[in-house]
């Protein structure tokens, strides 16, 4: 029988996946010299080489790949234990983690909330990251579920959508566009556009749009995060493309405004996304009837609050 430990499965996933022992290292909390070695013991135990060497790159050899598909199998069965004993408890333990875009993060974190008043025995994690980031932890099983815009295709990925989620243009309220009713597209993208950075799914989702207009796409400026948009546009930088999810409390207290453009809002759906045939905890399982049933109360919720505060 082949003796190799979990830690090591776990090791040498991370050397596959960040292609160097030095941050793999990282990754698994270990230094450089223990990393190699733990690939050494397995590579004696099994009587071949796992990894090749080209300089200082390295990549697996088909021994390597065949190993490194025992490890995520093994990993993946291991997690469905996890979620079995956690099944036998019900909702009265056990732990559910979900990762959402960072555009989503407002109501995810209500969502959330409200899935804590429900079970409060269920420990919960949430992961605000980018676009990136998020597919990375549903391809690694990192992540029971995920809020975010259109899912990419051809990842094994099964996705459904539970709210709309239209994009708008947000400018400053003393913008001289404020006060324009029917914005031609045209005469909009003569502004600077402040825009997220490549690959996010906001982006996406306006390039494709001026593509269909034959109009060019030339942000003025890039940003990684909505609140370094909302800064921006904020200063007077330009104008900016928004979830308008994201700009509620901006709107409501008059430090930005949604311009009136032909055309706007874009409009996209929030998916809640899973890998493809996983086999969800029933505290995943209870999350996800939440978000299908209860996504536009969690979101409407504090709007109509808000509104009823306000002086007539």
């Not at 190993?67 to 559910?96: C, F, H, P």
């Not at 982006?203 to 940003?223: K, V």
């Not at 311009?259 to 045939?277: A, H, M, S």
Request: charge should be neutral.
């Amino acid at each position: 029988m082949i003796k190799i430990t979990l830690r090591q499965l776990d090791i040498l996933q991370a050397v596959a996946r960040c292609g160097s022992f030095s941050r793999a290292s990282k990754e698994v909390h270990l230094t450089q010299p223990a990393v190699s070695m733990q690939i050494k013991q397995m590579e004696g135990v099994l009587g071949t080489a796992l990894f090749e060497y080209d300089g200082k790159k390295i990549q697996l050899t088909e021994a390597g790949y065949e190993t490194l598909r025992s490890a995520e199998a093994v990993m993946r069965e291991l997690a469905n234990l996890e979620q079995s004993l956690a099944d036998l408890k019900g909702l009265k333990g056990g732990t559910l983690t979900v990762s959402a875009a960072s555009t989503a993060s407002v109501f995810a974190a209500r969502l959330m909330a409200m899935f804590r008043d429900l079970h409060p025995d269920v420990q919960l994690s949430l992961n605000v990251v980018n676009r990136e980031a998020l597919l990375r932890h549903l391809s690694e099983n990192t992540s029971d579920l995920a809020l975010m815009g259109t899912p990419p295709e051809g990842l094994a990925l099964s996705a459904r959508a539970f709210m709309e989620n239209p994009l708008v243009i947000v400018a400053a309220p003393n913008h001289p566009l404020s006060q324009v009713a029917d914005i031609p597209v045209a005469r909009l993208i003569k502004e600077p556009l402040v825009v997220r950075e490549q690959g996010s799914g906001t982006r996406s989702a306006l390039e494709n749009f001026l593509i269909q207009q034959r109009l060019p796409f030339r942000p003025a400026m890039e940003m990684n995060k909505n609140e370094a948009i909302k800064q921006a546009v904020e200063a007077g930088l330009g104008v900016g493309l928004v979830s308008l999810h994201t700009v509620q409390a901006e709107l409501a207290s008059g430090l930005l405004c949604v311009l009136d453009v032909v055309n706007f809002p874009l409009k996209r759906q929030w998916y809640l996304v899973q890998r493809e045939g996983k086999r969800l905890s029933a505290a995943a399982q209870a999350f996800s009837e939440l978000v299908l049933e209860q996504a536009e109360r969690a979101w409407l919720a504090p709007l109509r609050k808000a509104n009823a505060t306000q002086p007539t």
